[in-house]
């Protein structure tokens, strides 16, 4: 029997947040982003992507998408 690994999509938004040492309050002004969003998106607890959120987060902190996400295997 073949056992499946499932492949789950991350965001680096936490060490982003921790190396320009900030909270989630102050990411989340200076963002435009929600609090909840921002705290779901660091955590890795999100099962889709908005691409305003993911937009202005990117811009925020002067970083490519392809910087944000990885896979974990």
Not at 26 to 40: F, H, L, M, N, Q
Not at 52 to 65: D, G, M
């Amino acid at each position: 029997m073949e056992i499946l690994v499932a492949h789950r999509v991350r965001s680096r938004l936490q060490q982003w947040i921790d190396d320009a040492a900030l909270n989630y309050s102050s990411a989340a002004e200076g963002t435009g982003v929600d609090i909840g969003t921002i705290k779901r998106y660091a955590k890795n607890q999100f099962d889709r992507v908005d691409c305003a959120s993911w937009q202005a987060i990117c811009t925020y902190f002067k970083k490519p998408l392809g910087d944000l996400f990885y896979e974990e295997v």
